[in-house]
């Protein structure tokens, strides 16, 4: 035998292997790059507004203090929690359904949670069953049924078919938003107002009240989502080789469904429809860090909440005196993503 | 007798078994109708039939992709239902007949899972994972598509990721269905070669779903073939592959089956 072939076969292997990062490092890599722009995010929000913040004001005027700490801050944190929420649920609904194009708003899962939320508006904001607000209550329902109805449809066999998806998806939105101008017409007037400001997707909420019982859904959604980051990272290359390499698929689809229409009702009940988040973050951080769903799912999470922040900063500012709602910032953004995407999607035909 | 290079006569064990199994979609039409085989460990083993005669589901069933409506499958002993998912992963693979890709994924990323199986939830991948899951695309002759995404690949280059995965896995025995249908005559080869290797080198077990009988040769341990759902004979490739249990097989009176020098020559028509 060749006496070089044992060493070319030592090179060839320690080259390669040493060029692959499998571990640990990648992971973490990304996460720091992605918290130096929720960091930047965080502190430009934080920053300007309609008033820009003024350090000095701040330590002097009792107004200002009460402006930031009861207007601006609860509002910044609340877009980064909605922001992390979607962002997280697109990257894993993505990955679970194999279809780059899903993302709670196209799946009909906010048009739902908005159905829901409405009628809970309609009959009494304020109104808690439990301790728990619910808005909060309806608006997971509504999640939950239209999901179901989506899944149902779209599901053939053992595929679920892209177009079908996709297509059901936008439908069940259209059928919940007739409900909403339905309840929208038969509320009282000042009701309706409440209802049409909402469902654009604005953030305004004041004090920071309504955190602990967001944190009481939105917590045990999150969690379940990174857990289940690694199952859906084998789900994303097809469901028949993730189950033959051991992931319970049924087990997967009820806590991806449950987790993200938890999640995804408490973010609807707040912020109203804010599209296509989950759409953009998880794209981007693919674009950036590679196809890893274990990686994406985390990073979608820190991305959206400074991706989200950053659009509300722009809706907040962009017409000077004029305050826009957030939704309509992103939905701009992201509609015309999406058509990127479309457009892109046609080389490989998931469509 | 069959064909055997190592002395296969003494009795060995039955890896894979499966005991009156029944599968139905919608409880009308049955898919798989109550039908027994059994594999044995190291063996290489074909599943012929025809087209909608059950090949797929019965693969799947074996694999536990599926649940029987009736009947049991059993792995080395053991029901599948009482065998957790991933210990059954470590033993036993299942390579898809077809590899739809959605996302740009690097074909080597997708070999990669092919580890998963020995990796606690919270753990990547190490570097002896990843010289595994490159070793397996060389034994397939694909290293150099290592770094390509998989969306860009060819279907027959994507089956050969899809082998190489369930060889990373490195399982006790492999499924494949319809390994060849994307492949060039060469990878076809090499496909049914590397498996006679894994069973020469490793004992490894092989049950290959095929319609493309050229994919079978005499070296093959033993064909099942499949008909409406049962299987219908069971047997050597010389007893199989013959033109009386063909042509009752495909219900085709006009099947010809000619041997040369171990290869088995079979067409349709005048």
């Known amino acids: 035998m060749s006496p070089f072939v044992g060493k070319d076969d030592y090179s060839f292997t320690s080259e390669s292997t040493n060029n692959i990062n499998v571990g640990w490092q990648r992971l973490f890599r990304a996460l720091f790059l992605v ?52 962002g997280s649920v697109g990257a894993c609904l993505q990955a679970f359904f194999r279809n780059p194009l899903a993302e709670p708003f196209t799946l009909g899962v906010s048009g739902g949670g908005t159905l829901g939320a409405s009628l809970a508006i309609a009959l009494g904001w304020g109104i808690n069953l439990g301790g728990v607000p619910i808005v909060f209550v309806a608006a997971f329902a509504g999640a939950a049924g239209a999901s179901a109805v989506v899944y149902y449809l779209s599901r053939s066999g053992n595929t679920v078919m892209p177009g079908t998806l996709l297509l059901a998806g936008v439908v069940v939105n259209l059928i919940a938003s007739a409900g909403v101008i339905l309840i929208q017409y038969t509320a009282d007037y000042t009701r309706a107002l409440q209802i049409l400001r909402w469902t654009i997707g604005t953030i305004d909420i004041v004090g920071f009240d309504r955190f602990s019982y967001m944190f009481l859904f939105l917590l045990p959604g999150w969690f379940v989502l990174l857990v289940l980051s690694r199952d859906l990272h084998l789900m994303a290359m097809g469901e028949d080789s993730a189950a033959s390499l051991g992931v319970n698929i049924r087990r997967c689809e009820r806590l991806v469904y449950l987790a993200s229409c938890l999640v995804v009702g408490v973010a609807v009940a707040e912020g109203g429809t804010i599209a296509f988040v989950g759409l953009i973050v998880p794209h981007g951080v693919r674009l950036i860090f590679g196809e890893d769903v274990r990686l994406v799912v985390p990073c979608s999470f820190i991305a959206g909440a400074g991706f989200l922040m950053l659009a509300d900063s722009i809706a907040r500012t962009v017409l000077g005196s004029v305050e826009l709602p957030v939704g309509a910032v992103t939905a701009v953004v992201g509609g015309i993503t999406f058509l990127g995407l479309l457009r892109r999607q046609r080389r490989f035909s998931a469509i | 007798m069959p064909i055997n290079k190592k002395n296969r006569l003494t009795r060995s064990k039955v890896l894979v078994e499966a005991r009156d199994i029944t599968f139905t979609y919608d409880n009308e039409q049955f898919v798989v109708k109550e039908t027994s085989l059994q594999i044995e460990e190291g063996r290489l083993v074909g599943l012929i039939g025809a087209n909608g005669s059950g090949k797929s589901t019965l693969v799947r069933l074996l694999a536990g992709l599926l649940h029987p409506t009736s ?200």
């Open chain 1, 35 to 86: 918290t130096i722009f929720l960091v930047f995010s965080l502190v430009v929000s934080l920053v300007v507004g309609y008033r820009t913040l003024d350090f000095t004001l701040l330590r002097q005027d009792e107004l200002a203090r009460i402006l930031f700490f009861e207007l601006r801050l609860p509002r910044v944190l609340l877009a980064g929690i909605l922001g992390a929420s979607l």
């Open chain 2, 71 to 270: 009947g049991k499958v059993y792995f080395g002993g053991q029901s599948l239902t009482r065998i957790s998912k991933q210990c059954l992963a470590r033993s036993l693979a299942y390579v898809p007949q077809i590899n739809p890709m959605f996302f740009p994924f690097t074909a080597f990323e997708v070999v990669l899972t092919g580890r998963t199986p020995y990796r606690p939830r919270f753990r990547f991948e190490n570097r002896i994972d990843a010289e595994k899951a490159l070793n397996a695309l060389d034994r397939v002759g694909a290293r150099s598509l290592a770094y390509r995404p998989v969306t860009e690949l060819s279907g027959g280059e994507r089956q050969l990721v899809a082998i190489a995965r369930a060889l990373a896995q490195e399982p006790k025995c492999l499924l494949l269905d319809e390994p060849s249908t994307a492949l060039d005559l060469k990878h076809r080869a090499m496909i049914v070669q590397i498996l006679k290797s894994l069973r020469e080198e490793k004992n490894i077990t092989s049950l290959v779903v095929t319609h493309d009988l050229q994919l079978i040769d005499t070296e093959f341990d033993q064909i099942l073939a499949i008909n409406q759902g049962s299987i219908v004979d069971d047997g050597t490739p010389l007893d199989i592959l013959t033109e009386s249990v063909l042509s009752r097989v495909y219900n085709d009176p006009s099947i010809h089956a000619y041997q040369i020098d171990g290869r088995i020559f079979v067409w349709s028509g005048n």
